[in-house]
């Protein structure tokens, strides 16, 4: 079956940096994606990782290791906007390249 | 980049009545779409996929009867919740590939408030 897993809630200090992990079990790989939404809207796209290795993009980072089913957000010098919920989503492949989100990580920034 | 809309933002209709939402792929075309509900501080499930010009596929546990999906153009699908009752209220987003599906742009969303 299709398990992709987040921890639910984080807390972090403004300034500081804060690792968002997400580990998955799907029955097609073809791509890992990161985005963030904020209550009341639709997710915006962070991050696209497809190969293993580090993905920078300005103060958010995401890593895969498809060996692993494993994937991690980075997010650095955290502002306090960066407070809001972080979607993994893996891509299936195949004839679908349907989406399956994972459970997401409501992210607390604090002064 | 590349923008998806949705209209309506906002619906609140009574029990019983059938409500429509479309998505828009406003510059670039879209041979699929897709649909997905999203509870209070839950995650986004996917409902259907909608293709162009053939029927749609739906996620195990949806009714294709309930939720109609219409997907007449490269640029438009909707969605009709039909009959709709208060478990139906709920955050309904669509979402369309680029080409390379290495990005999915979101629609904005649609509230639905069944009374």
């Known amino acids: 079956g299709q398990n992709i897993d987040q921890p639910t809630e984080m807390t972090a200090t403004e300034g500081a940096i804060v690792q968002i992990n997400c580990t998955y079990q799907t029955s097609g790989f073809n791509g890992l994606f990161w985005y963030q939404q904020h209550a009341g809207e639709a997710p915006t796209f962070l991050s696209y990782?497809?190969?293993?290795g580090l993905e920078e993009k300005g103060r958010f980072s995401s890593f895969l290791s498809r060996s692993k089913g494993y994937s991690y957000l980075l997010l650095k010098e955290l502002q306090m906007k960066d407070s809001a919920s972080y979607l993994c989503a893996v891509r299936e492949g195949g004839a679908t390249n349907k989406l399956i989100f994972g459970t997401g990580t409501l992210l607390a920034v604090q002064p | 980049g590349a923008v998806v809309s949705q209209h309506p933002s906002r619906v609140i209709c009574k029990s019983g009545t059938s409500v429509k939402i479309e998505c828009r792929s406003l510059?670039?075309?879209?041979?699929?779409m897709f649909w997905y509900r999203q509870f209070p501080k839950q995650s986004l499930m996917l409902m259907a996929t909608s293709n162009e010009g053939s029927k749609a596929t739906y996620e195990q546990g949806v009714e294709k009867d309930k939720f109609l999906i219409n997907h007449a153009s490269l640029t438009l699908s909707t969605l009709t919740v039909t009959s709709a009752h208060p478990e139906d209220s709920s955050f309904y987003i669509c979402?369309?590939?680029?080409?390379?599906?290495?990005?999915?742009?979101f629609g904005p969303g649609t509230r639905l408030t069944v009374l």
């Open positions: 979402s369309a590939p680029t080409l390379a599906y290495n990005e999915q742009f």
């Open positions: 510059d670039f075309q879209a041979t699929t």
């Open positions: 990782n497809v190969l293993d």
